[in-house]
């Protein structure tokens, strides 16, 4: 009986944190002649976590490492875009009523350097948006009623790496 409800926990807590992973795009004919991934590197990778007692989502990229880009600086950017959408309850008589929904964004950039060797370290980078960020932009019509968070929709992600002096990302991902 004892596994039984340990299976069934872990179904359920399974359920609860909900993970999705999209895979890079590299173009190294967007980087300096001669880039490449470090050995034992690899393209990044973005996964987005939904956090069950807040509603928060996360997106995080794993580093990793170019070499051969010699002197070239790149800018890495990993930007978080979503719709929180929300409900007024009314207390009186616990009608649904009101339902709107605001934008959230979130954004991280940064330039790296590469090292005297020529090997560009790209950092791990992270971006949660929040259900109280989109709160702020919206109260319910009547101050007796309260607001209730029912979710994100049109989640959207993009991670670039772009080379200085080049157009087009080396590095993108898009989720």
């Known amino acids: ?17 909900s993970a999705s992973a999209a895979l890079a795009v590299t173009n190294f004919a967007n980087a300096p002649s001669g ?9 990044p990778v973005c996964t987005s976590t939904t956090t069950p007692t807040t509603g928060a989502i996360t997106v995080s990229c794993t580093g990793t490492q170019i070499a051969g880009v010699g002197n070239t600086n790149a800018d890495l950017s990993l930007a978080v875009t979503g719709t ?18 605001a934008s959230v964004a979130e954004e991280t ?32 019509p009547n ?10 929709s049109d989640l959207s992600f993009t991670y670039s790496l772009t080379f200085a002096g080049f157009d087009a990302p080396a590095i993108l991902i898009e989720g």
């Open 1 to 17: 009986m004892k596994r039984f409800f340990a299976i069934a926990a872990l179904a359920v807590a399974a359920l609860l944190v």
């Open 35 to 43: 880039a490449h991934y470090r050995h034992g590197s690899a393209e």
């Open 84 to 101: 929180a959408n929300f409900v007024c309850h009314n207390p009186g008589n616990e009608n649904i009523v009101e339902p709107h929904s």
């Open 109 to 140: 950039s940064t330039t790296l350097t590469p090292s005297r060797n020529g090997t560009l370290v790209v950092p791990s980078q992270t971006v949660t948006i929040s259900p109280e960020d989109a709160a702020a932009q919206f109260e319910c």
């Open 143 to 152: 101050p007796n009623w309260t607001e209730e968070f029912t979710g994100f």
